[in-house]
């Protein structure tokens, strides 16, 4: 039976320490609205998206007052649209995109993603079409999330698209500029994508999934920062523990949401994503929980160990607490939606090579990374290369999410407002990849025997 | 169906008395309360079955936080389920 201390601590971690529901993303199958018509095409898409989520938004606001837990996002995600595109022009992509911002305008999320394509051995036209205007499609939509897949453990790296998807996030920030480069935190470059993910902005519906599906995000690092607080000086096997029980409870809350949400709208539920999610709010960040475990600072030596560690135990204690998980699965690390990430970086403690190897343990990769106007292009596809290589030699997720802001340097902050958050621009190595860059072709997929 | 109200903040004269009447007036059967006052700081818990009240849940749930921030309290109702799946396997 319930009992008042357990009453009290599920209250005092919604009041006091952030606990929500990061998002709710309702994924929707657009294969059914494939036309050699543009304007057909763009209605279908359309109609079919408004239909299917037309009771989401209400659905969560509902879901919130019964169980008095906040929810922060609700979203959708579709099939990637170069799989429906199909050959159609450039410009019917950039239609494309549009429709998608007006569906979520009609429907009141706050994000739609699938603007996507999945490029890790080569690609198609509609692919090719597709990722020519992604810079054209941030700037013009609002509400869009692009993501672009350039690598697979069992295929290799596509290091043509990676040097495409260097150029390509440089114009998005160009053509953004007058909004501190915004359209580059609305894209991302994956290796080893997950079909499922809720979180934006690499959320889409992948081609196994159902016609519509649930799939619901938790959050929790204050949680997490706060019994690890309580717990005061134990031992790491106490703390994995304290970090395992904790991680249980948050996601628990994570599937009573989501069987709710998947039962009042009529859809099959999908899965939890684990993910640690912070945002810029105080009491609500990742770097904090590693600095609660003993760090003097996020990025000092030790973070890494530190990350995995936290990393492992949240997702023991969330695979119990939920019927499937999916998604992403991990601490996210982005900088600018992180504060304690932003106050590391400012003080020099946090560098980028640090952040790549703390995502050799945890996902998703380096995210919301404000990095120097004039970075060339080749140093970004460099900076895709270096991260795709550690999702791919290590089967896992890995993806890059970085802003040149135009017209800032090393020493100057950008916001981004509300989520997104804001950052420091971080410094990077200024000696040139580009002959490497420029070689384009394919990096073999990795040998998996003979392990060292 | 059985929510979980809580109430907090300074203490005061009919704080009980009028959550209560709310409820009674909303058609919520109190089944059990517990509270307790720690230097002039008010804490209640009250588990009601809802099963019966004559408006919406989220309308109730509106209702109470309402009466709370007209008199500096902080009053919430929860679906007890939230407290149950995140406590107990």
Do not use: W
């Amino acid at each position: 039976m319930l009992n008042t201390a357990d009453i009290l601590e599920t209250i005092s971690m919604i009041r006091q320490e952030n606990l929500d529901i990061r998002t709710i993303t309702m994924g929707i199958s657009l294969f059914d609205c494939v036309s050699e018509d543009e304007n057909r095409l763009c209605d279908k898409i359309y109609d079919k998206i408004t239909k299917s989520a037309e009771h989401l938004v209400q659905t969560g606001i509902d879901i919130e007052k019964q169980y008095g837990i906040p929810i922060v996002n609700k979203r959708v995600s579709v099939t990637p649209i170069s799989l429906i595109g199909g050959t159609i022009s450039p410009e019917g992509y950039i239609k494309i995109a549009q429709t998608l911002d007006r569906a979520a305008d009609t429907l009141g999320i706050n994000f739609i993603g699938g603007f996507s394509a999945l490029v890790h051995k080569g690609f198609t036209v509609g692919a090719q079409n597709l990722i020519s205007v992604i810079p054209y499609a941030l700037r013009d939509t609002n509400k869009v999330c692009s993501s672009v897949n350039v690598a697979t453990t069992k295929a290799g790296i596509n290091m043509d698209a990676v040097k495409l998807m260097g150029s390509t996030i440089r114009k998005t920030a160009e053509l953004t500029a007058d909004r501190d480069s915004i359209g580059c935190a609305k894209l991302v470059v994956f290796a080893n994508v997950p079909q499922d993910n809720p979180f934006m902005a690499g959320a889409f519906h992948g081609i196994g999934e159902p016609e519509t599906v649930i799939n619901v995000g938790v959050s929790g690092p204050g949680v997490v920062s706060s019994a690890i607080e309580r717990a005061g000086d134990c031992d790491l096997s106490t703390l994995a523990d304290i970090i395992k029980k904790t991680a249980f409870k948050i996601t628990r809350v994570g599937q009573l949401v989501a069987g709710e949400a998947a039962s009042r709208l009529g859809v099959p539920f999908g899965i939890v994503d684990l993910s640690l999610a912070p945002t810029p709010a105080i009491g609500d960040s990742v770097a904090r929980i590693l600095e609660n475990m003993g760090l003097e600072s996020c990025g000092c030596h030790g973070t890494t160990a530190a990350l995995a560690m936290l990393n492992d135990a949240v997702k023991k204690g969330g695979v119990m607490a939920s019927s499937h998980v999916g998604g992403l699965s991990g601490a996210f690390i982005p900088v600018s939606e992180d504060e304690g990430m932003i106050a590391a970086v400012a003080s020099g403690n946090l560098s980028i090579e640090k952040l790549e190897a703390m995502t050799a343990v945890c996902s998703v990769g380096l995210d919301m990374i404000a990095i120097p106007g004039d970075t060339t292009e080749e140093v970004i596809s460099a900076i895709i290369a270096d991260e795709i290589s550690i999702g791919v030699a290590n089967t896992k997720t890995t993806a890059v999410r970085v802003i040149p802001v135009i017209g800032k340097d090393v020493g100057e902050t950008v916001s981004f407002g509300g989520l997104l958050g804001y950052a420091p621009i971080i410094p990077l190595r200024t000696a040139s990849p580009a002959k490497f860059i420029h070689r384009g072709g394919r990096i073999p997929a990795p040998i998996h025997s003979l392990k060292n | 169906m059985k929510a979980v109200i809580t109430v907090t903040g300074k203490d005061n004269v009919g704080i009980i008395a009028g959550v209560s009447a709310l409820c009674a007036d909303k058609g919520a059967n109190i089944l059990d309360i517990t509270q307790s006052v720690l230097s002039e700081y008010f804490a209640m818990i009250m588990l009601a079955d809802i099963d019966t009240l004559s408006i919406p849940f989220a309308d109730f749930v509106d209702l109470l936080a309402a009466y709370g921030n007209d008199r500096g309290l902080v009053v919430s109702a929860m679906h007890e389920d939230i407290f149950n799946t995140m406590h107990h396997i």
